[in-house]
């Protein structure tokens, strides 16, 4: 698949179906349930998925190259944190569940047809997954969960939830008993309640309550107490995708202050023409230029040891288990995201009272910004796991 061709038809998708909605959807608190077909039917939900599985093999550069475009031009990130949701559910099921697992779970969700989410962070623990409380425990031939989960992105909706549990001993701590289950939405004993957010307004995030909530014993992913490495694993590809897409959003708050600082008239002549205005639309661009270098660079290490077939061995791969390529992530990620919250800053503030304005896209972002320097993992605990990774 050609970048710059998935890249045009992403343009035109989100310039067309997206942009142009999502103030109403933000109102709404949910976008429509169709644009999952819609985007399935583009073949960008099956994007890094193999093809028996209703998917299309492809690198991080293809899939990183649809983030931004993605980011750049429908500007909402509620819009991408909903669409796109199944590729931090899915993962683990994909690498380490049975062939069973995969085809009940997977094709239906990237043909569109049903939402699929993750469930690690808890009220008392966020970063540090090894703290998680939520129990399972085995009753026949079926897992009971107790516990709760806060901050689930597509929670409200989702149709599978992939959630981290604690099944070892009664009162074990730390990482060892900790596993991954996919629970059915509609799994008796599960609850859930909606939460109100600051930005990312048209994708539901929910609280999850498990009330003795009864899972089938087959829906346990890998094997049990094996869930904290597959976890770990996963964050890695979810904070690359991060760092793409903070890149867009930087993108779109220039290309919305650079637009409006060539009409806007302001002392005689138009904005641009003042040089304070100029300047920071360099700073701009200098911020996006060394992301964007930096994001090209990563996805190339990612993507030297890539084959359409997965390795034989989960968790192998070069971005689950190079530490150096693991630390450039992380730092990348609080690189990237810093720039779009330069960006955001910059644009609203060239903008001016329009900028404080809802309908904006820099106004949009702005509110955006800090979810995406908090989700899959804070910057304070990517500076820590990368200092780890290169011996300091």
Same mark, same amino acid.
């Given at each position: *698949?050609? !970048? ?65 475009? $993605? ?56 970063? %540090? ?16 969960? %107790?516990?709760? =989960? ?10 599978? !939830?992939?959630?981290?549990? @604690? ?47 009864? #899972? ?15 976890? $770990? ?8 995708? *991060?760092?793409? *897409? ?6 779109? +708050? ?48 990612? %993507?030297?040891?890539?084959?359409? #077939? ?13 530490? %150096?390529?693991?630390?450039?992530? +992380?730092?990348? =990620? ?29 106004? @949009? ?15 304070? #605990? ?11």
């Amino acid at each position: *698949m050609d !970048i710059a061709a998935l890249a045009a038809s992403v343009r035109r998708f989100m310039t067309e179906r997206v942009a142009p909605h999502v103030q109403q959807w933000d109102a709404a608190g949910e976008f429509p349930r169709t644009l999952y077909r819609e985007a399935a039917g583009l073949g960008i939900l099956g994007l890094g998925y193999p093809e028996e599985l209703g998917g299309t093999p492809a690198p991080y550069a293809l899939r990183n190259a649809l983030a931004v475009a $993605m980011s750049r031009w429908g500007a909402s990130g509620g819009v991408l944190a909903g669409l796109f949701s199944h590729n931090i559910g899915l993962p683990p099921v994909l690498h380490h569940g049975t062939d069973r697992l995969q085809q009940e779970v997977i094709p239906g969700v990237l043909r569109g047809d049903k939402i699929a989410a993750l469930a690690i962070t808890e009220p008392g623990g966020g970063s %540090d997954v090894a703290a998680l409380r939520t129990r399972a425990r085995r009753d026949g031939d079926a897992w009971v969960i %107790d516990g709760e =989960k806060v901050f689930i992105t597509s929670g409200m909706r989702a149709d599978w !939830i992939t959630v981290a549990v @604690r099944t070892g001993e009664p009162g074990a701590r730390g990482t060892s008993g900790i596993s991954v289950i996919v629970v059915p939405g509609e799994a008796p004993g599960l609850a859930r309640t909606r939460l109100d957010k600051m930005g990312w307004l048209c994708s539901d995030t929910a609280r999850l309550h498990f009330d003795g909530a009864r #899972v089938p014993a087959r829906y346990l992913v890998g094997e049990e107490g094996a869930g904290f490495r597959m976890i $770990m694993g996963n964050f890695n590809g979810e904070r690359m995708a *991060m760092a793409a *897409m903070a890149l867009g959003f930087a993108q779109a +708050c220039y290309d919305e202050a650079l637009a409006w600082a060539r009409e806007r008239q302001a002392f005689g002549s138009a904005l641009v023409e003042k040089q304070v205005i100029r300047h920071k639309l360099v700073d701009m661009q200098m911020r996006i230029h060394a992301s964007e270098a930096w994001l090209n660079a990563v996805t190339a290490l990612a %993507d030297s040891d890539w084959s359409p #077939v997965p390795p034989p061995v989960p968790g192998t791969s070069k971005l689950e288990s190079d530490p %150096d390529l693991i630390a450039q992530v +992380c730092m990348l =990620k609080n690189h990237a995201t810093r720039t779009m919250q330069f960006c955001a800053d910059q644009a609203v503030q060239i903008l001016g009272g329009m900028g404080y304005m809802r309908g904006t896209k820099s106004e @949009r972002i702005y509110r955006e910004v800090k979810v995406m320097m908090i989700g899959a993992g804070a910057e304070e #605990v990517m500076k820590d796991l990368a200092a780890r990774q290169l011996g300091l």
